[in-house]
């Protein structure tokens, strides 16, 4: 395989801070519950939290409660957000830096909207944000391999963020280019998003050897699978939070990496 298995996950296995302000149907989360959520993701060793200004829920921000969670951020620390589809690109950015408190923006997606769409104009526009101090790095959110390989055409590509998963594998090939050219594969949705069951017998059946969950194995099999992978589950439960960074401690053998591959 292109990428390869690379064992342990630390400083892979970052936090999505989507659920932060709570999720459409859903009882929305509390402010204090959702500060605390991200404080404890980086005293349990995050150094990569992914957001974006339109993470809402009526007046809740995802940006606004990490700023009050974490400035002054710590050394290390990569927070990176996106430029959503149809957003204008310098305004996107503006009120990132604004809501974040910050001068100057980690790692900025550029994300598509549909699988046909050119994104070179709106990536150069990125890219000169780069050029002028606003932005450190710049990536993309939501592509094809299309899409990356146009970009990287105009501007060097720093990340690529995706739907990846033991569930949803049909971006492998992606994975492994990223590897090879040793760009950062952010994985999205990698426990489906609430929207997936992890009943298969074969998650079950590792999960047991290890004495651990099916949800840690999917995590545990994700930093296996690239040592460019990066994985940002979602959650704003103190106990999640901690059941999922406890995946980094899990090693699968090459059996069970090669029988979790076969799912998708």
Not at 32 to 44: D, N, P
Not at 174 to 196: I, P
């Amino acid at each position: 395989m292109g990428g390869g298995f690379r064992r342990g996950g630390e400083g892979r296995l970052g936090f999505g801070a989507m659920r932060l302000p709570g999720m459409p149907g859903r009882q929305p989360v509390d402010h204090t519950t959702a500060v605390a959520v991200a404080r404890r993701a980086v005293e349990l060793g995050v150094t990569h939290i992914d957001t974006a200004a339109f993470y809402t829920r009526g007046a809740s921000r995802a940006n606004e409660i990490l700023r009050r969670a974490l400035r002054p951020y710590p050394d290390g620390l990569t927070l990176a957000t996106k430029v959503g589809p149809g957003q204008d690109v310098r305004a996107a950015v503006e009120q990132n830096l604004t809501e974040l408190g910050r001068d100057v923006l980690d790692l900025v997606y550029l994300q598509s909207g549909r699988p046909d769409e050119t994104l070179d104009e709106r990536f150069a526009q990125l890219a000169k944000l780069r050029e002028e101090g606003l932005v450190r790095e710049v990536g993309l959110s939501n592509v094809t391999r299309a899409q990356f390989a146009g970009a990287r055409t105009v501007a060097p590509v720093a990340a690529v963020q995706n739907r990846f998963g033991v569930h949803d594998q049909s971006d492998a090939v992606l994975v492994d280019e990223c590897a090879e050219a040793g760009v950062m594969y952010v994985a999205h949705s990698v426990l489906g998003g609430g929207r997936v069951r992890f009943t298969d017998p074969a998650l079950r059946t590792v999960a047991r050897r290890h004495g651990a969950s099916v949800y840690q194995v999917a995590l545990a099999w994700g930093l296996a699978r690239s040592p460019t992978l990066v994985q940002i589950p979602g959650t704003a439960s103190l106990t999640h939070l901690e059941q999922n960074m406890a995946a980094v401690r899990l090693e699968l053998d090459e059996s069970e990496i090669a029988m979790l591959e076969r799912l998708a």
